[in-house]
């Protein structure tokens, strides 16, 4: 193997011949699928991918991760027979050999749900009566009581929910969007991430590999930016140093970098000359982003926030102003909604953090014209128990893979309706239940892209976002 640079640019470290032919065919089989008439030769016809691209309806997607794993009682999926049950043992039927968190071994006593429901929107959904907000656009959302898991921890349920395995180092599905369909943002990322955290108790923290690129260019990672002081950190030039002269600075590196890539022919040099001239752009992009004083009075109180106080709420009008500037992903994390204590004195506070927030972002990107070609993801990670946690003090709930409610919005996400549905206690889904699987290749369809067909070579495999398991669009909740 080579280990000097040969000013003639011929030679080439095997590990960056490797990592760049790898690269290229990734590059070559996406574009094939996203445009087949760019590999077209003459007259030779392209080889089209396994199956055909379908009709884009989403532009951009806003993931709403409510980190900690919200309990589906108290929420969107309302338990008669559960109420009835309050403070009996479980049905051994329903547990026997059953995964779970850390119940397991322990009496397991059915909890009632802690509030009251009511019907909301033309089709009276039930809606718990915690979200009165987001339960006045009801009939814009689309609510999955149905969606499961295979992760029963906060950790490694965070990295299945992201990048569709349990197993660290794989690609966020933000990495895989952009990576998948590029940004129109000029001086933003392609892929940004907010952070709020609750005013309760000590939130679990979130690890950075959630929003990571993986095995594809570091330039798809998410970018972190924070909605409270500095956005992002060190972006700012150092006192004395202009925007003149930091320019001639990225070209000078830039030009280096370069040259030093023409003799060693490693991606990641490309990664680092990307990113520098990211990092400038967004010395003006970010500032301009960040200043809402141009927003109308009318659209903060829609919103009910402070601009720049680094609440949910906040973040959603920076997200919605993301969106109008061409960001492709955009993920909110809000953490704290981990109860397996105090949920009925925790939980309220939570709700009121997001709820208002998430009708204002449907509302505000409605009547913008954005709403069509916007896709909302609302989740946690997991579901909760029907048993309760503790049976003395504040209960709560324990982790739990097999139920979970979560609903979507907009980009051809059929309205107002309800899919699936959960057994009589809310232990596990019994009809037109979803895996987080299923739910990949449904962003990925509306934005556009078949999921079979995204794929990429990693240690000889055809890696995807939807993994090697069964994956099939919920056909059921697209317009």
Not at 167 to 175: D, F, K, L
Not at 368 to 382: A, H, S, Y
Not at 426 to 433: I, L, N, S, T
Not at 438 to 443: Q, V
Request: hydrophobic fraction near 40%; include cysteine.
């Amino acid at each position: 193997m080579t280990t000097h640079l040969d000013p003639a640019g011929t030679s080439v470290h095997r590990r960056a011949f490797l990592g760049r032919a790898t690269q290229g065919v990734g590059a070559v089989a996406l574009a094939s699928l996203l445009d087949p008439m760019l590999l077209r030769a003459g007259d030779v016809p392209p080889r089209g991918p396994s199956a055909p691209a379908p009709p884009r309806k989403a532009k951009r997607v806003i993931w709403l991760t409510m980190a900690g794993g919200p309990s589906q009682f108290e929420t969107f999926d309302p338990k008669p027979a559960l109420g009835r049950m309050d403070g009996r043992p479980m049905p051994d039927s329903f547990t026997r050999g059953q995964q779970l968190a850390q119940l397991q071994g322990q009496q397991l006593v059915c909890l009632a749900p802690m509030f009251g429901f009511r019907r909301c929107g033309r089709n009276g959904t039930e809606v718990s009566e915690l979200f009165p907000h987001i339960g006045s656009v009801i009939d814009e959302v689309c609510l999955v009581r149905s969606m499961t898991t295979e992760a029963i921890n906060h950790d490694p349920a965070h990295m299945f929910m992201n990048t569709g395995s349990q197993i660290a180092g794989r690609p966020s599905m933000g990495a895989w969007v952009t990576y998948g369909l590029g940004s129109d943002a000029q001086d933003l990322p392609g892929f940004v991430v907010m952070i709020s955290t609750g005013k309760g108790r000590s939130p679990q923290p979130i690890a950075a590999r959630q929003w990571g690129s993986g095995f594809l260019p570091g330039r798809f990672q998410g970018v972190p930016v924070r909605g409270q002081g500095e956005a992002v950190h060190y972006l700012a030039n150092p006192g004395g140093v202009t925007r003149e002269q930091q320019r001639a600075d990225v070209e000078a590196i830039n030009a280096l970098n370069a040259r030093h890539d023409a003799s060693v022919h490693d991606p990641e040099v490309a990664v680092r000359i990307a990113q520098y001239e990211m990092a400038f752009r967004m010395q003006a992009g970010v500032p301009e982003l960040t200043d809402v004083r141009g927003e109308s009075r009318g659209t903060l109180e829609l919103y009910g926030c402070e601009p720049g106080d680094g609440s949910f709420a906040s973040n959603c009008l920076l997200a919605r102003r993301m969106a109008e500037r061409g960001v492709r992903f955009i993920q909110l994390y809000h953490r704290d909604w981990d109860h397996h204590s105090l949920l009925r004195e925790e939980l309220p506070l939570r709700a009121r953090e997001v709820d208002r927030a998430c009708m204002a972002l449907i509302t505000d990107l409605k009547r913008r014209g954005m709403l069509d070609e916007t896709l909302i993801v609302w989740t946690g990670e997991f579901g909760r128990t029907p048993m309760s946690q503790s049976n003395k003090g504040p209960v709560g709930r324990d982790h739990h893979n097999k139920a979970m409610s979560m609903w979507l919005a907009g980009a051809g996400i059929k309205p107002g309706i309800v899919h699936g549905a959960t057994d009589e206690l809310g232990y596990a889904a019994v009809d037109k239940a979803c895996t987080v699987h299923d739910l990949h290749a449904t962003m990925l369809h509306q934005l556009g892209i078949d999921h079979e067909s995204f794929r990429v070579k990693f240690q000889g495999l055809d890696a995807k976002l939807t993994g090697v398991e069964p994956a099939s669009v919920i056909k059921d909740i697209l317009v």
